[in-house]
């Protein structure tokens, strides 16, 4: 997800599953072929399995950054052709070169020729007025050929024009059955699907018609929420961290990223770190209290990671009964 799925929010998240598949914002080829490649590639070990998410449509340049990503530890390169923003249009890829199969598969193609990991696509169902299951059958058809075996349908239509990404996320109507019909047409793809999946059981309930489900805003908003994962889906039983012991994990993490680069300015903000643990207290009491102890400013400038248990702590002085106040008065 673009500027979420950040290595920082990846390393919180490994925190709460140890197998789940992570997969970074989507980095586009010209980043990586003129910008700085650590910083768009660098990544913890213990973040495996973890897939780099490319954005490009120009096969020679994809090639060149699958090949970055496999030399530098990714276990998947993912093509995107699913986002629907302006910018990325303006780029000629995303959403767009679902217009173009032959030019994706291409792409797919030339990245298979140098890459020993899997190459994967995430799209849409279609594109603006051009939404049919025959539309996305081809497509998904024509780029398999080209060596792709897993797609990752966000099972919306993506407009190009009129509405913003999130909008884009919201209001086109969810068609998960083209995902369904995808897989009985193409048993030997894995199709993975995508978009407003929000809880456990619906998972169970997709995971009867296709071969994996992805989770975005949920993940993000309630990461919690993914604590069950590892037990429900794949088998392992071992104990997992609690909340608290997730915070007190991230601690020596945020100290090691100051120590690297530094507090402020051209260094880390703390704030790149703990935004994305805002979710963490989601449906307890005291979340809110513990959002607001991480969104001050003025304690962030401070650069101190253990406001985290400073967060945690205020979060044990709320009760019940402030909580209900609170709902009352807002």
Not at 117 to 122: A, L, N, R, S
Not at 142 to 153: C, D, P
Not at 163 to 187: C, G, H, M, T, V
Not at 196 to 225: C, S
């Amino acid at each position: 997800m673009l500027d979420w799925s950040d290595r920082h929010c990846r390393e919180f998240h490994r925190h709460i599953t140890r197998h789940t598949w992570l997969y970074t914002e989507m980095v586009t080829t010209g980043s990586l072929l003129h910008g700085d490649v650590q910083r768009h590639l660098e990544f913890n070990p213990g973040e495996h399995p973890v897939a780099l998410q490319l954005g490009g449509s120009e096969p020679a340049d994809l090639a060149q950054c699958a090949k970055m990503g496999e030399e530098w530890g990714y276990d998947e390169i993912n093509l995107n052709c699913g986002c629907p923003s302006e910018r990325v249009q303006k780029g000629a890829f995303g959403a767009c070169l679902m217009a173009e199969p032959q030019l994706v598969a291409d792409c797919v193609k030339a990245m298979k020729d140098v890459v020993s990991i899997d190459v994967t696509v995430k799209h849409r169902i279609g594109i603006n007025d051009v939404d049919s299951y025959e539309f996305m059958r081809d497509f998904v058809g024509q780029v398999a050929e080209a060596g792709s075996k897993t797609f990752i349908v966000h099972a919306r239509n993506a407009i190009l024009k009129g509405l913003s990404p999130r909008e884009n996320r919201e209001i086109p109507p969810l068609k998960y059955d083209y995902a369904y019909r995808l897989k009985k047409e193409f048993p030997e793809l894995e199709i993975i699907l995508n978009g407003g999946i929000k809880t456990t059981d619906e998972m169970t309930q997709h995971l009867q018609h296709v071969d994996g489900v992805m989770i975005g805003r949920e993940a993000y908003h309630n990461p919690y929420f993914m604590a069950s994962f590892d037990a429900r889906f794949y088998g392992d039983d071992s104990p997992v961290k609690t909340r608290e012991e997730i915070l007190h994990a991230m601690i020596p993490y945020i100290h090691r990223q100051l120590e690297l680069y530094g507090n402020g300015g051209k260094g880390l903000r703390i704030n790149s770190v703990i935004r994305h643990m805002l979710g963490l207290m989601m449906g307890m009491v005291g979340a809110r209290a513990f959002r607001q102890t991480l969104s001050d400013s003025k304690k962030l400038a401070l650069g101190n990671p253990n406001i985290l248990i400073e967060a945690f702590e205020r979060m044990q002085t709320i009760t019940a009964y402030d909580r209900s106040a609170e709902e009352l008065s807002a």
